[in-house]
């Protein structure tokens, strides 16, 4: 039963919990006890929200998958923006709520469960798959925008390591990186050598 003097804790309180005991422990620390002691109830509660800790692993999955991935692409495919700005404003709101810093430890996880596995290849590749939609929307095709999608997804899952919102210019190093992911190849100047071998046939029409 809950402590006297706590408040009735939700399914949503217990997943929040366990996942913030994932970043720190790893799923070998997700455990009934330390759960409770951190919420400050019994154990017994615990199952009046789950069947047992497979369920609650199961649920921490579902919610990376749903609310850290499906909703976030939700919302950014609804926004009244350009498509440039779509993806700023995507990458500026994965940062602001820390939204990929699970992701690491749900990697981690993955290389030790074959569901976690599954679950972590399907989300990324919706991750990657909407990222290069979005490269698309803006203008890119093909490779261009599917590797400008995997750089902009690889990048935003590592930022959590480099400790980005430490850093009080934050949103104007999402804006600079955002800048270089969307900027335009040059285009050589008339007359420019492009490649060796042009190169290598002007040198030999001056030989001769």
């Known amino acids: 039963m809950v402590r006297r003097g706590t408040p009735r804790l939700t399914r949503e309180d ?12 790893g799923v070998g620390g997700v455990k009934v006890t330390l ?3 951190r919420l400050n109830v019994t ?4 199952y009046w929200h789950f069947k047992g800790v497979q369920d609650l692993l199961d649920c921490l999955l579902d919610h990376w998958e749903v609310e850290l991935t499906d909703k976030i692409i ?5 926004l009244d923006e350009t498509p440039e700005a779509r993806i700023l404003t995507l990458m500026t709101s994965v940062v602001e709520f820390d939204a990929a810093v699970p992701d690491h430890a749900i990697r981690v996880w993955s290389l030790v469960d074959m569901n976690a596995r599954r679950v972590y290849e399907r989300t990324l590749q ?3 798959d909407f990222a290069a939609w979005m490269f698309r929307q803006a203008g890119f095709a093909g490779r261009d925008a599917r590797a400008r999608g995997r750089l902009m997804v690889a990048y935003l899952m590592g930022e959590p390591s ?9 949103k104007s190093i999402i804006r600079d990186e955002f800048n270089v992911l969307t900027s335009r190849p040059l285009k ?11 190169r290598d046939v002007r040198n030999a029409s001056k030989g001769t």
């Open 188 to 198: 050589p100047a008339s007359g420019a050598v492009t490649d060796t071998r042009s």
């Open 74 to 78: 939700e919302r950014a495919k609804a």
């Open 43 to 46: 154990s017994g509660s615990f």
């Open 162 to 170: 480099a400790n980005l919102k430490s850093n009080r210019r934050w």
């Open 35 to 37: 759960i409770a002691e």
């Open 14 to 25: 217990w997943i929040e919990a366990s996942m913030q005991i994932l970043l720190e422990r």
């Open 126 to 128: 919706k991750r990657f």
